[in-house]
């Protein structure tokens, strides 16, 4: 329990310090990017995306051992991830413009060969002599522990980028989530914005690759705004709200996953994420279970006093 | 800088080079969904003001109408001219009211940041919605008779009220031509007398609205001209005119929805 406590006050030593703040960071982005998908409905394409990049991830180890006889260079592995991503983004388009399957069909054939094809990769990798010391598969649960001090930099700056840009098209953001028809006849491009949205969630993906997890990513887009909004019906109160509650995952669950041996960050931050939202479920405001059993409870009341006999169920 | 228009079939070609100026002017618009045409060679030149009617059955296009001469979808033929010019959708000219039913109420927003909507285009990219920017929302809101209401969330209003909104973001926009899909379909009473009020006010003021609309009987009390729509233009012109017993015919079919206001309307 001690252990815990240190590292959640980043005073578990230093690597342990820095994955927690940059998970905290990558949480909080993951919020506010995910509200918007999640007002999309488009929350379903995450997971093809992050399960989409682990071919190129492994394609990328691959080139890197062939060419430069280094097979862990973080940027060009992260490249790979982002190119394979890309790609089967634009295969769930592909698949759903014109031709009548709907969304979920595309994203769930795009998420299944893709990983398919990665996990073939890998295999193939981790039968190499060499293999065994790849460590790709700290991308599929993710690891923070291990991050170095300019990688959880890098993940801290490029979540600040999301985070503003994203303020910066609040605007057109919530009227594209809204109402994309009056927004495309009065000029504000539903397919422009619909891929800035997506290059948003793809930025999110590659810089959270190695903390949280290509198997586990959809998490930390869907359950933060999720549990904001059992607790609030304004997007400006949403976000901040799916921001902290992101930040607050990436924390807890960095901070658990350094502090107890043998788990992996990723699931870690989902189960911290997971707690937070059934406390929301029972405990919110007006959605909450405890507040609707009330309201039914009062009007139950009111019900009797006003009508006798009403107590007895119809039979 | 004008591009030579077409002369095409029927009178709306004649009228389309007599009236370049048009709010509205469309010719031999065709639209197909797949390999289904929705929309055949459909021409059509909205007046300088006043309130007019698409009409016709299920299917026949009405709101497919609305969308191709928007661009939201793409035509495989035909062309459009607001105002003489090809449509700039930020230019502010034109203010568009969609089907109730294409989004969902549940959303977090209220009342007021829907009609703040309408004053996005002034504002422009990257910029907030300020203070003085609500503030003219409320007003439009109040307009509507919803002020009280500005900042309930949208789902808690009744269709009527959530109606008036999406009319109140439209009047927010302050436009000189008004495309409304269906704004009178599935409202209450006192919705309705609002609505109705509010496109008379804008017909007076100088504007065209060119409204979808599914209810016969009701057409001749609140629209002066209207188009009867089956894919193919049926008939185009004043109401009386267009809801003759022959053209209704054409447009239903066996089964013409005839009421006794409508028998009046065309005897009239």
Redesign the interface.
Known sequence: MDAVVQALLLDAGYNSAVATVGAAFLGGAGGLVGTFLLLRRRVMLTDALSHATLPGLVAAFLVGQAVWGEGRLLGLLLAGAAASAALGGLAVQAIVAGRRLAEDTAIASVLAVFYGAGTVLLSHVQGLPTGGQAGLERFLLGSAAGMLRQEAELVAVLAALLVLVTLLLLKELRLLCFDPGFGEAHGWPAARLDLLLLGLLLALLVIGLQIVGLVLALALVVVPPASARLWTDRLGRMLPLAACFGAAGGWLGAALSAALPRLPTGPAIVLVLAGLFVAGLVLAPKRGIVAVALRRARLARALHAAVPGSERPAP | MAPPLQLVEGGAGLRHRLDPESPLAVSGLSVAY?DRPVLWNVDFVAPHSGLVAILGPNGAGKSTFL?AV?G?VPPLAGEVRFFGRPL???SGL?????QRS???WE????AL??VA?GL??R?G?????RRRHLEAARAQLDRVGLADLADR?VGQLSGGQQQRVFLA?ALA?DARLYLLDEPLAGIDAASERVVIGLLRELAAAGRTVIAVHHDLESVADVFDRAMLLNVRRIAEGPVAEVLAAGNLARAYGGAVPLGGPVAAASAG
């Open positions: 797949h969308k928007l939201l700039d959708r930020r034109v203010a568009y009211v969609p294409s989004v969902d959303f977090p927003i209220t940041e829907v909507m996005y285009h504002i990219w990257f910029r907030p919605v969330q973001r926009q």
